[in-house]
Structures are given as C-alpha cells and as structure tokens.
C-alpha cells in the first residue's frame, strides 16, 4: 500500500486550509451554534466536494465552468452577508427557527463550506493527486484527515469567540466576512 498520495492530500490539504475562508466560515459559525453540528456540516461538505473532486475529477470542470461557480459562490455570499448585517435578530427570529433551531447549525455549516470548497484550490489539488496518483482512496483519506484535524480547531476557536464578544459585534463581523468573500468571487469571476 503506497501511502505518499495519503501523506501528500494531508500535507497539502492542511497548508492550503489555513487562513482559507472556510475557516474564517466554520469559525464565524461556530460562535452562534454548537460546535459539535457545525463540525458535522462541515465534515459531510468537505467529504462531499472531496468526493466530487476524487470520482469526477476533471469532467466537473466541463459540465460546469470555474467561472459559474464563482458568480453563484460570489452572489450568495453577498446576500448572506447583506440579509446578516441589515435584519436585526428580533425581526429575523420567526423567519430562522429552522437556522437556528436544532439542525440549524447544521444546515448552514453544510451549505456554506459545500459551496465555499466546491471548484475550490482543495477540491483542484484532490483533483490533480489523484490524477497524478491513481490512488483515489489514499488521496481521499489524506484529505478528509487534514479537514478534520483544522476543522476541529476551528470549531473550538469559534465557541471561544462565541462566548467572549457580543452577539452583534460577532454577526456585524460575520455579514462583513461574507460580503468580502461574496466581493472576491465575483471579482475573479469576471478576471
């Protein structure tokens, strides 16, 4: 058993992951729900693009251009961070029982972090190991390793944050996050 694409999807994975926007997201939402959902969200969607990006590969990339993922990334963030900043909590509440009822952590978690990673460097250097390796099992496991490993210190940084600053300083700041992200996306979209 060759484990150099394993030890490589880990390596890679873990550097790359550091200071991505899926870890300014994953923190940002683990300091309004629980720790424990908004790691399960996250680990299905990163599993799940990592799926994608192993068994796919590079016909993704025809069905579905760079580009298109980016603007749709770009627009959902921007009404993410826009609907965050602009609706107060006390007007917002009857609307976001599901978000932020049991599963709401969840859902959101899994949402974000699928579309954040999906077409992402990640999911193009799972691509390329792959390829290069011909071990789509090993490169799988390497990855899905490293995301849980930074994932989790994530999510701990996040119920820290959570439980030292202001609700509405921590969703002023989240509304701002998307938005620069949501800004990000569309201007590479369109470079």
Same mark, same amino acid.
């Given at each position: 058993?060759?484990?150099?694409?394993?030890?490589?999807?880990?390596?890679?994975?873990?550097?790359t992951e550091i200071?991505?926007?899926?870890?300014?997201?994953?923190?940002?939402?683990?300091?309004?729900?629980?720790?424990?959902?908004?790691?399960?969200?996250?680990?299905?969607?990163?599993?799940?693009? !990592?799926?994608?990006?192993?068994?796919?590969?590079?016909?993704? +990339?025809?069905?579905?251009?760079?580009?298109?993922?980016?603007?749709?990334?770009?627009?959902?963030?921007?009404?993410?961070?826009? /609907?965050?900043?602009?609706?107060?909590?006390?007007? *917002?509440?009857?609307?976001?029982?599901?978000?932020?009822?049991? /599963?709401?952590?969840?859902?959101? !978690?899994?949402?974000?972090?699928?579309?954040?990673?999906?077409? *992402?460097?990640?999911? &193009?250097?799972?691509?390329?190991? !792959?390829?290069?390796?011909?071990?789509? &099992?090993?490169? +799988?496991?390497?990855?899905i390793a490293a995301?849980?490993?930074?994932?989790?210190?994530?999510?701990?940084?996040?119920?820290?944050?959570?439980?030292?600053?202001?609700?509405? /300083?921590?969703?002023?700041? !989240?509304?701002?996050? +998307?938005?620069?992200?949501?800004?990000? +996306?569309?201007?590479?979209?369109?470079?």
């Amino acid at each position: 058993m060759d484990l150099v694409p394993l030890i490589s999807a880990f390596i890679l994975i873990a550097v790359t992951e550091i200071g991505d926007k899926t870890m300014i997201a994953v923190i940002t939402l683990s300091s309004k729900h629980s720790r424990r959902t908004i790691f399960i969200g996250a680990i299905l969607a990163l599993a799940l693009v !990592s799926a994608i990006g192993v068994l796919v590969g590079e016909v993704l +990339f025809d069905l579905v251009p760079r580009q298109i993922v980016e603007i749709a990334a770009g627009a959902l963030f921007i009404l993410a961070g826009l /609907y965050t900043v602009l609706i107060p909590e006390k007007e *917002d509440e009857g609307r976001l029982k599901m978000v932020s009822g049991k /599963y709401g952590g969840l859902i959101a !978690s899994f949402t974000l972090v699928g579309l954040m990673e999906l077409g *992402d460097k990640t999911q &193009l250097s799972i691509i390329a190991l !792959s390829a290069e390796s011909g071990e789509a &099992l090993m490169v +799988f496991i390497g990855a899905i390793a490293a995301f849980a490993m930074i994932t989790s210190i994530e999510v701990l940084l996040g119920g820290e944050i959570g439980k030292r600053v202001k609700k509405q /300083y921590i969703r002023w700041g !989240s509304g701002a996050v +998307f938005l620069v992200f949501g800004i990000i +996306f569309l201007i590479q979209a369109l470079l």
